[in-house]
């Protein structure tokens, strides 16, 4: 019986591929923007990515921008949200600070700076010193960010026309190229704007959830002190459990054949779509999809972009996926890489499948197999922002 769900489940992504999204790792890419019943026929029933062009071109914001001259005096009194880690992977997992052979979830600290300095230290980053990323999400653009926002459409009228609604929130990203990413899905549907710079996306539908290695890990954020130049790292207290992907599709060379072992339904399955989002371009990312995000600066060092929240339909598909991550993973798993792996339960509630515990991590380079046992523990309903889902439970910001 498990060797017929287990090949039901390949199935399924092979076929979502041959019947909606297409066999090569390219989504659809539009010339100009689709009318809204296009949008909402071709893209958002079928819950389908695409790539835009053409539909930024009046922004103010797209040569304003580009000077940082521009974005100084403008913001040059505003206070805003400067995130830094060590690495540049904010929201990520990481070692963990008192088993290092084990992985937490690791966000960065937030300072509150002037945009002039807040901009230097984008600017000034160092690899395994200190990265800092203007990426403060929760409607920054309107709120500390405001004075810009006229340089931007307050929203796209095919996509306010076609979701039958305005943006929830509007969201400023200011970084360079040693912020990353790590895989993780929204529950909003994404109009993403990059103005400067270039973002590249792999992507991968919701019917993939499996490949995902999903897993609870022990929260933890990053503290940084000014006078010793140095980041410390503290879980928090009480243990709060974050679910997160545990796949990196980037190991470095050394680990991954190693990692290709440990995640073989995401190394072995089909190829993750692949999108470079140049300025200019607009990409249509559908909620509850897979992406994992580096990006490429301009001759500045900077990569800006505006991104559009707007809220999801909790419909049929929601329902089908909530059933589809229900099914217990271990059946596609080589017992010996299983792992725990969250899964949701009837009540949507997260529970933990498969008692194997050894091989339970993601794909740092400093990271080993071993994961702290957690097999006695239940999962946590997490609390990442305070967006509810129809079923009460919190709706996950973060890109």
Sequence with gaps: MEEEEEEAIKNLWQEVRDLSLGTTTQITHLSSPPTP???????????????????????????????????????????????????????????????????????????????????????????????????????????????????????????SEAFGCLPEAVNLWVGNELSETSFHKDHYENIYAVVSGEKHFLLLPPTDVHRMYIREYPAANYHYSQDAGEFSLELEEPVRKVPWCSVNP???????????????????????????????????????????????PDSRGLTIAVNYWYDMQFDIKYAYFNFLQSLPLSMLCNPASAGKLVVASQDHSLICNSEDESSMGSIPASANDNLLDDSDDTAEKISITHCQEPNGEEKQRKF
């Design 37 to 159: 019943l296009q949008f909402l026929r071709d893209y958002i029933s079928p819950n389908k990515p695409c790539l835009i062009s053409n539909s930024i071109n009046h922004w103010p914001a797209t040569t304003l921008w580009h000077s940082t001259s521009y974005l100084l005096k403008t913001l040059s009194s505003n206070t805003v949200s400067l995130h830094v880690t060590p690495t540049g992977h904010a929201d990520a997992l990481t070692p963990h600070p008192n088993y290092p052979s084990t992985l937490c979830f690791a966000s960065g600290e937030v300072q509150h700076l002037r945009f002039p300095d807040a901009l230097t230290r984008v600017l000034e980053s160092e690899q395994n010193k200190c990265v800092g990323y203007l990426q403060q999400q929760n409607d920054c653009l309107r709120s500390e960010y405001g004075v810009l926002s006229e340089d931007c459409d307050s929203d796209f009228d095919w996509a």
């Design 250 to 296: 980037y190991p470095s060379p050394e680990l991954k054949e190693k990692e290709m072992a440990k995640f073989p339904l995401y190394f072995n399955g089909p190829r993750p779509f692949e999108v470079t989002v140049k300025a200019g371009e607009v990409l249509y990312l559908p909620s509850m999809w897979f992406h994992h995000v580096r990006q490429s």
